[in-house]
């Protein structure tokens, strides 16, 4: 069992930046991928970014060139820089971590609100 708790979020004037955390509580090193999910009021969870073992990265064409996620095996974490934020950005940011014969695990959230 692995639990994942996210950090970073807040309020913010569009233009600005946010750099998100996900800890997990055990190794990150043996993980498939880690990604970066949001969910706005009314919406539906969707894709934002994702990190592979090999450090091979994807992102959703609505943040490519402004978010880039990243990775410390280290300290067990994994962050989503966000930078030139836009009010469309404003949801709740989950991430979730894949490890090889195990269910996906998904963080509680952190809340990221972008003002016009």
């Known amino acids: 069992q692995v639990q994942l708790v996210e950090s970073g979020g807040g309020l913010v004037q569009a233009g600005e930046s946010l750099r998100l955390s996900c800890v997990a509580s055990?190794?990150?090193?043996?993980?498939?991928?880690m990604g970066w999910f949001r969910q706005a009021p009314g919406g539906q969870r969707e894709f934002v970014a994702a990190?592979?073992?090999?450090?091979?990265?994807t992102y959703d064409n609505s943040v490519k060139g402004r978010f880039t996620i990243s990775r410390d095996v280290a300290k067990n974490t994994a962050y989503l820089q966000m930078n030139d934020l836009k009010p469309e950005d404003t949801a709740v940011y989950y991430c979730?971590?894949?490890?090889?014969?195990?269910?996906?695990?998904w963080g509680q959230g952190t809340q990221v609100t972008v003002s016009s």
């Open positions: 979730n971590l894949d490890r090889l014969g195990e269910r996906t695990y």
């Open positions: 990190i592979r073992r090999s450090d091979s990265t």
């Open positions: 055990s190794s990150i090193s043996t993980m498939l991928q």
